[in-house]
């Protein structure tokens, strides 16, 4: 599947900082290995919101900081084009499920181009990776690793939450914590028929009205956290540097994609690194679907927001804390945006101010520091013109911020 166009990226002159990141896994701040990023994608039934922008705008910044460093990054990401609430939502709505699916996934794109996000190099649809998934699932049933429930109607196939010893290792959530998120965020505990009420999903036998494709257990479509393993596999190999995603992706999806991929790979780690961005809301609230409250990217900019300024208030908080969206939060990142172009100062110290904002960045994507430290130097004593250059140069490599 087509991503959206890359944005210029321009290089930096200067000593770059080695990328550190908040591991989820290990709940510590430390270097990043390898350059192969893989970030869970969208389910294509309502157009972008704040809180999906906040987690891809976070993931570029990894992009932008790993270019800065030299590193040849290799970056895929997920479209889940085929699943329940793409379904529910179109049957709601009166529309084929394609049809909504790819209006959803056009928009999209149009809002990270927008917002000058570098795209995927791999951007995989579900239905484009069904030969993967199904191959995946066969090496988990071949090792024992999976097993089909006992039920004539609907042979659904299943993965044992026990098929890897170190389940759990990657959101480091309690047995209490696991069953709940299980519960709340697509897991299936009751179903009749699996051996524990954890066991996810791997492939889902067809049912009447659903699309379905063949394969040597029945036909039937993917299951989520195969998915992403079986794209992860196949486009960046195993083991990877990055797994990103929003912080409830961290259970069940990410600790499933990664014991599926380990089970059948039979390798200790998916990724070096499973990085998690916090949760937006909206003016006290948090910003959700079933709620009503969210804001939209397409909107935002028709309005005549620029992207930047988009960017600036979503950096205004670190990238894993939970923080609020409100109209100024927007007004402020225009204000400060006003006050960068407008401002300045020599060559001496727009040199040490980007120096300091590499550092900045470099760790664990320090925004809030990052965004003092320009407010600085907008606040020197006059623009010469080729330091304001210099800082601009910066600002579009590492923020992806235009002056």
Known sequence: MRSWPVPEVPTLDGT????????????????????????????????????????????????????????????????????????????????????????????????????SVIPPQHYIGAMEAIDDVIGLVSRLLEAGAAYVVDDADYPDVYAHVDATKQFGYASNYTPDEMASAFAERGGDPDRPGKLNPLDPLLWRAQREGEPAWESPFGPGRPGWHVECSSIAEHYLGTPFAIQGGGSDLAFPHHEFSAAHAEAAGDIPRMAGHYVHTGMIGLEGTKMSKSLGNLVFVHKLTAAGHEASAIRLGVFAGHYRSDRDWSDAVLKEAEDRLARWRSGGSDWAATTAAVAELRKALANDLDTPKALEIVDAWAQGPGADPEATKLMATALNALLGVHL
């Open 16 to 115: 770059s900082v080695p990328l550190s990141l908040y591991d989820t896994a290990d709940q510590c701040v430390r270097e990043v290995e390898g350059a192969g990023m893989y970030v869970c994608g969208i389910t294509p039934y309502d157009s972008t919101h704040l809180g999906h922008a906040a987690t891809y705008l976070t993931f570029d910044l990894v992009y932008r900081q790993l270019l800065d460093n030299g590193q040849d990054v290799t970056y895929a990401q997920n479209i889940t084009d085929v699943d329940d609430p793409l379904f529910e939502r179109a049957q709601r709505d009166g529309v084929d499920w394609r049809e909504l699916g790819t209006s959803q996934i056009d928009l999209f794109r149009s809002d990270m181009a927008e917002l």
